[in-house]
């Protein structure tokens, strides 16, 4: 079956960085697109960066130019590489992909950012 297992997240100051990794099995990782989402407590989850299974990205307004998604092929898995983080990044990170009506989500990994 399909699993992603989301890991690196923990606790960093602010201004500071981590880098996160979604290990896919179960699928044929090259040809899928993949997602990193975020969740904050009370809030609804929100889509946070996407890569195409060319390469291609795209970033919500609040991370663009200092996150980075990047995907292995090799190793399956893609990765979110975060800068600058602030408090308001404070959140459960989440990888997911799909396709034909069908999503695929990992179990999340917590990020929080405070002194």
């Known amino acids: 079956q399909v699993q992603l297992e989301e890991s690196g997240g923990g606790l960093v100051q602010p201004g500071g960085s981590l880098r996160l990794s979604c290990a896919a099995s179960?699928?044929?990782?090259?040809?899928?697109?993949m997602g990193w989402y975020r969740q904050a407590p009370g809030k609804q989850r929100e889509w946070v960066a996407g890569?195409?299974?060319?390469?291609?990205?795209n970033y919500a307004d609040s991370v663009k130019g200092r996150f980075t998604i990047s995907r292995d092929n090799a190793k399956n898995t893609v990765y979110l590489q975060m800068n600058s983080l602030k408090s308001e990044d404070t959140a459960v990170y989440y990888c997911?992909?799909?396709?034909?009506?069908?999503?695929?989500w990992g179990q999340g990994t917590q990020v929080t950012v405070s002194s």
């Open positions: 890569i195409t299974r060319g390469g291609s990205t």
């Open positions: 179960g699928i044929i990782f090259s040809i899928y697109a």
């Open positions: 997911k992909t799909g396709g034909l009506g069908v999503d695929y």
